[in-house]
């Protein structure tokens, strides 16, 4: 499975994919930086972060995207380029059907490190180490790209497979015999009466006579 990460960001955008499934070893697909000048109109800004996003869509064909969710910042400015990119990522990803999840920081971070808590330095050490590469991912929105995407491989096949292990227990419920009335175990009505059946209760009081 390829997961596509998106940090996003409208002067920096990172964007890092991987290959790979929970228990074996990930492998990196690509990586790099979606920049916009800060001086351009915001609409201009926008549509540069889209046109560069579906060249990356295109080019590496992921079976998911994986985006970080914003969350409240002191600098509102940052909260809300943040917010319009991660949209743009969204949606460049919905019109081609790509599923797309939402992780936060913290997740990303657990998943990654062990940990909601750690600093870049040790996000970009593990992921360097998970992806075995010889340089570390630079610039660091790279590496978050990354994080992120090794974060859905993991915690979304997980996902994936718990809604898939509860979805077969509820068709083997509705496809097995429903509780009878008497025998409290879906038995036919004749057995109901005893685990014998009537039948065979009249056969085995003949015997004993």
Same mark, same amino acid.
Request: hydrophobic share 45%; charged share 20%.
């Given at each position: 499975?390829?997961?596509?990460?998106?940090? *996003? /960001?409208?002067?920096?955008?990172?964007? /890092?994919?991987?290959?790979?499934?929970?228990?074996?070893?990930?492998?990196?697909? /690509?990586?790099?930086?979606?920049?916009? *000048?800060?001086?351009?109109?915001?609409?201009?800004?926008?549509?540069?972060?889209? =046109?560069?996003?579906?060249?990356?869509?295109?080019?590496?064909?992921?079976?998911?995207?994986?985006?970080?969710?914003?969350?409240?910042?002191?600098?509102?400015?940052?909260? !809300?380029?943040?917010?319009?990119?991660?949209?743009?990522?969204?949606?460049?990803?919905?019109?081609? /059907?790509? *599923?797309?999840?939402?992780?936060?920081?913290?997740?990303?971070?657990?998943?990654? =490190?062990?940990?909601? =808590?750690?600093?870049?330095?040790?996000?970009?050490? !593990?992921?360097?180490?998970?992806?075995?590469?010889?340089?570390?991912?630079? *610039?660091?929105?790279? &590496?978050?790209?990354?994080?992120?995407?090794?974060?859905?491989?993991?915690?979304?096949?997980?996902?994936?497979?718990?809604?898939?292990?509860?979805?077969? &227990?509820?068709?083997?419920?509705?496809?097995?015999?429903?509780?009878?009335?008497?025998?409290?175990?879906?038995?036919?009505?004749?057995?109901?009466?005893?685990?014998?059946?009537?039948?065979?209760? =009249?056969?085995?009081?003949?015997?004993?006579?």
């Amino acid at each position: 499975m390829r997961v596509l990460g998106v940090d *996003p /960001g409208l002067t920096r955008c990172g964007i /890092g994919a991987v290959d790979g499934e929970p228990g074996r070893a990930l492998r990196l697909a /690509g990586t790099g930086v979606i920049r916009t *000048p800060a001086a351009d109109d915001i609409g201009a800004r926008l549509l540069a972060l889209e =046109t560069e996003l579906e060249q990356w869509l295109v080019r590496l064909e992921p079976d998911a995207v994986a985006v970080e969710r914003v969350f409240s910042q002191h600098n509102v400015r940052t909260v !809300m380029g943040t917010a319009q990119a991660g949209a743009v990522a969204i949606t460049c990803a919905a019109r081609r /059907g790509i *599923p797309v999840a939402l992780h936060t920081p913290s997740e990303v971070k657990a998943a990654v =490190t062990g940990t909601g =808590t750690a600093g870049k330095q040790q996000v970009t050490a !593990m992921v360097s180490r998970l992806l075995r590469l010889s340089d570390p991912p630079h *610039p660091a929105d790279c &590496a978050d790209a990354l994080a992120l995407a090794i974060c859905h491989l993991w915690r979304g096949t997980a996902q994936r497979r718990l809604a898939a292990a509860v979805q077969s &227990a509820e068709s083997l419920r509705a496809s097995s015999p429903r509780t009878g009335a008497a025998g409290g175990f879906g038995e036919s009505p004749a057995a109901a009466e005893g685990f014998w059946g009537p039948s065979s209760r =009249t056969s085995a009081a003949r015997g004993g006579r």
